[in-house]
């Protein structure tokens, strides 16, 4: 069992990448106006995402491929599709990960606020914590990002948890609350938020990129499939966790929160200044994990479309991860929001979603690629389940960017 623990990694950045500022105000928002009732989506949301990113690190682990490179192997006798999907990606996740790398920094930047409200200006703490991704994008090995987001995703955990332990649940409303699906009145959009921030297009590429780094073939599929399941199931119960401190602390109280940081200050009064630094501490791990990820997957996105090498300390990978850090840098330095761009990037990563997950699921299918580890009935009966309601929200996210819904 001690060795299973030993390899966790990339599943710990996969849960790193989608525990960001946005799953967090999600969690915080349906908390706060639903109670209890949604935390079954969130319990979904992390099965489903277990699903396709086991799928994801089967693939690097078993055949050797990156995801983006193996969609480009399979449509190469097509040059058309092959670079349009090729544009596809680069649309979502270079320029979507550089569109909200703004708000991961400033999601940060939130947390720190939350805590020190006087301790520096704005535009200097971004900076500061812009230094501190680039630090562990840069000068760190690809091992080392891995332990320092491991480190993150665990201060995440407990600071969550220790902040619900002060406050005190319901626990009998939060095992019903996600045991039993419901859906209050206004809730549909919040349910979708929650299962839409825990499934992205971005951590399957990720996830099968640092899979093929870290382990060398099929002898080590179980471990890979340990980690994956291991550390999504974590990031989901960081969720739920927000979720339920919302909950507690807020539902039926007639606050207006926007997010988690107005939670942490709401919630000092009450429940003391331990409770505000512990949720304030998680909100700036969120922000920083997801600062470093989304360079991270965009980089090794590039390296598996371009053909250049995917390691984290080459000339083209930093050239690529950096230019993502520095324009979200530059958003959440200068307080600007692209709003075009996050638009256009809203539309690329709904599009991409639903055409990846199905990839995914063909790809997982592939005997050639992955011999008798390719799925079997029950995964692929969970697989199209899956890829399914991807297509509901990839729908959905091109939808809402355009005004519809």
Same mark, same amino acid.
């Given at each position: ?9 990339? =599943? ?8 960001? &500022? ?79 790398? =703004? ?13 020190? &409200? ?5 535009? #200097? ?14 000068? =760190? ?32 409303? @939060? ?5 039993? &699906? ?58 739920? #966790? ?64 371009? =053909? ?10 930093? @050239? ?48 050639? #690629? ?36």
């Amino acid at each position: 069992m001690l060795k299973r623990f030993r390899a966790i990694g990339p =599943g710990a950045l996969a849960a790193a990448a989608f525990i960001g &500022p946005g799953t967090v105000t999600t969690a915080t928002l349906a908390g706060a106006r639903f109670g209890y009732g949604l935390a079954w989506a969130l319990v979904f949301a992390t099965i489903a995402a277990i699903i396709l990113q086991e799928m994801a690190a089967r693939l690097g682990v078993v055949a050797r491929r990156g995801l983006g490179e193996a969609v480009m192997e399979r449509l190469a006798a097509t040059p058309v599709l092959k670079w349009s999907a090729a544009a596809l990606i680069i649309a979502a996740l270079f320029v979507g990960n550089a569109a909200y790398e =703004g708000g991961n920094i400033a999601g940060a930047v939130l947390g720190v606020e939350a805590a020190l &409200p006087d301790f520096l200006s704005k535009p #200097l703490i971004a900076a500061i914590i812009t230094g501190l991704a680039g630090t562990v994008l840069f000068f =760190g090995g690809y091992r080392f990002i891995e332990k320092a987001l491991i480190t993150v995703v665990a201060i995440m955990t407990l600071a969550f948890a220790s902040a619900l332990a002060i406050i005190g649940p319901d626990w009998f409303a @939060l095992f019903n609350g996600a045991l039993t &699906p419901s859906l209050p009145r206004g809730s549909l959009p919040i349910v979708l938020a929650l299962i839409g921030t825990t499934i992205v297009p971005y951590n399957l590429f990720l996830h099968a990129a640092t899979a093929r780094k870290r382990w060398s073939g099929p002898d080590d599929l179980g471990e890979a499939r340990f980690d994956a399941r291991f550390s999504i199931g974590i990031g989901g119960a960081v969720s739920v #966790l927000v979720l339920s401190t919302a909950a507690a602390s807020l539902f039926g109280a007639g606050q207006t929160i926007s997010n988690t940081a107005d939670m942490a200050r709401q919630l000092e009064p009450a429940f003391g200044a331990g409770a505000t630094y512990l949720l304030a501490l998680g909100l700036f791990a969120a922000g920083l994990s997801s600062a470093i990820t989304a360079p991270l997957a965009a980089g090794f996105a590039a390296a598996e479309l371009f =053909g250049f090498s995917n390691a984290t300390s080459s000339t083209s990978f930093r @050239l690529a991860a950096g230019a993502v850090l520095a324009t979200g840098a530059l958003a959440a330095i200068t307080g600007a929001r692209p709003v075009e761009i996050i638009l256009f990037a809203q539309i690329a990563n709904g599009a991409l979603l639903p055409v990846i997950a199905l990839f995914l699921l063909y790809a997982a299918n592939n005997k050639r #690629l992955l011999g008798r580890h390719a799925n079997g009935t029950l995964a692929n009966t969970a697989g199209v389940a899956v890829v399914l309601i991807t297509i509901m929200l990839g729908l959905r996210g091109v939808l809402r960017a355009v005004g519809i819904w």
